[in-house]
């Protein structure tokens, strides 16, 4: 009984090519790993770069909006907040245990006999002048945050300033006529930006002779009652989201967007060709 066998396509392809009296080379099949697609164009916003205090409209600058027009997420922004109350504690709060205070081992009095209670020696927690029970001991209180979510956090919090109206751009060189307080109050009070309005938060890129009466007149890091003023370095997302209003110089901000974007990935991987 005879039984049909298909030539392989190996065997076919070969004998069709002996028959035609020519070779043909086989098709070369790899992955073309380099080729990516172009990523798709992101939306801009718009700002107005101001000036101060007069705030006079200088000119137009786009972002985009993922840079500053992002939605508000709460939960994000709670997370990045407790991430820095976390590594700001201390953690250095301690008391001493029975074992670390001075004095005898001696037990006061019999174990049995007086009809009192049993206790040990003059270091007990129980007696005035003793150890602290589960008192506290110096300690790390840092908790862990994804880098990628913290910067998410940092324009979130930008972006709900911006769609709120409370982010206002100003030209690089902030500063004052003088560096009283009260000239700084009066500034504030006429732009409404003063205690009564909820204060001011002013960012600046640094600190040096060209705003120094800025810094004199809000009372320095701290802050007076009007406002705060901060550079990028000190600056953090509690800052952003605590007072009325934040007033930025525009290199400021575009620092703080340089360096809180490792979340944005724009490989686009395309379909693979062969």
Not at 13 to 34: E, F, M
Not at 83 to 107: C, P, V
Not at 116 to 130: D, Q, V
Not at 136 to 158: C, E, M, N, Q, V
């Amino acid at each position: 009984m005879a039984t049909e066998v298909s030539p392989s396509p190996e065997i076919s392809h070969l004998s069709q090519s002996s028959v035609d009296g020519t070779t043909t080379a086989p098709r070369q099949t790899h992955k073309n790993i380099n080729n990516r697609r172009q990523p798709p164009p992101i939306p801009k916003v718009l700002t107005t770069i101001y000036s101060f205090p007069t705030l006079e409209p200088l000119r137009f600058a786009h972002y985009p909006s993922n840079h500053l027009h992002l939605p508000l997420r709460r939960d994000i922004l709670h997370r990045a907040v407790i991430y820095e109350g976390d590594m700001t504690r201390q953690g250095t709060a301690s008391t001493k245990w029975r074992d670390d205070i001075h004095g005898s081992n001696r037990k006061i009095r019999p174990q049995k006999g007086t009809g009192r209670a049993r206790l040990g020696n003059k270091k007990s927690p129980m007696l005035r002048g003793g150890g602290a029970a589960f008192g506290p001991h110096p300690r790390d209180f840092s908790t862990g945050l994804p880098r990628k979510i913290y910067d998410l956090a940092w324009r979130t919090a930008l972006s709900h300033r911006y769609r709120r109206g409370e982010l206002i751009i100003c030209e690089d060189g902030i500063d004052l006529e003088e560096g009283e307080p009260r000239w700084a109050k009066l500034v504030l009070g006429e732009l409404g930006w003063g205690n009564a309005g909820g204060r001011t938060l002013v960012v600046t890129e640094g600190m040096g002779e060209e705003n120094r009466n800025l810094w004199d007149a809000l009372g320095g890091r701290e802050g007076n009652e009007d406002g705060r003023v901060k550079t990028v370095a000190d600056v953090d997302v509690k800052d952003l989201l605590e007072m009325g209003r934040v007033c930025i110089e525009r290199s400021a901000l575009d620092t703080i967007l340089q360096n809180h974007q490792s979340d944005l990935n724009r490989t686009v991987p395309s379909a693979i060709r062969y």
